[in-house]
């Protein structure tokens, strides 16, 4: 029954976040996330911060390595970001990765996890945080092998700061990478000496 609850809760955020104002969000996220602990009962744990940190440092160098190689500046220069900076320290962690780790590493993990075991756990949180991306066919695939991976790390760090971390970094970093590469890419003109 607290599962079913769970998802309802998570299946009104998810509405909330396509169609109420997006400047709610930053504040919608976390008090979605008090609720959903408030309602499951579930401690979360917030230990683990050699994985986290580890987490960081993996997501930083890899991050390193697109900017390194040209496909990989040209991938991150893809994508356009208002107020890169803001969103990434601000925007992301209180609009999407409290939510999101919370509820599906934290209470939906811990949930299924007592019941079924990690594996299980593992499983279904991954496939469900890649269905939560929908409607891109690309980015559920994507985000569901990233499930399995913060999962893994939920599992192997007892806690929820290492996925947290992992998910934050990810996506700040991204939206930071991409703002430099894009200010720094050369400004196109019709000069052959300016490209």
């Known amino acids: 029954m607290t599962v079913a609850v ?3 809760i998570m299946a009104a955020v998810r ?3 396509h169609h109420g104002p997006s400047r709610s969000q930053p504040f919608a996220g976390p008090l979605a996330a008090i609720l959903l602990v408030v309602v499951s009962g579930v401690t979360l744990s917030w230990c683990g911060w050699e994985y986290a940190v580890a987490a960081a440092l993996a997501m930083a160098a890899v991050y390193g390595i697109l900017l390194l190689i040209p496909a990989g ?6 994508r356009s ?8 320290l601000i925007g992301v962690p209180l609009s999407t990765v409290i939510f999101e780790e919370v509820a599906f590493r934290g209470v939906l993990w811990g949930l299924i996890a007592d019941e079924h075991g ?3 756990a593992t499983v279904i949180t991954a496939v469900l945080f890649g269905l939560w991306h929908l409607p891109d066919r690309g980015e ?3 985000t569901t092998l990233a499930g399995v991976l913060l999962s893994f790390l939920r599992a192997a760090s007892g806690g929820v700061l290492a996925p947290f971390v992992l998910h934050w970094t990810a996506n700040g970093l991204g939206i930071l990478a991409s703002a430099w590469v894009r200010r720094s890419a050369p400004e196109e003109s019709g000069d052959p000496d300016k490209s």
């Open 140 to 142: 559920v695939a994507f």
């Open 15 to 17: 509405v909330w976040n």
């Open 6 to 8: 769970v998802l309802l």
């Open 81 to 88: 970001y208002d107020h890169p900076v803001r969103r990434a």
């Open 118 to 120: 990690v594996g299980w």
């Open 73 to 78: 500046r040209e991938a991150l220069a893809a």
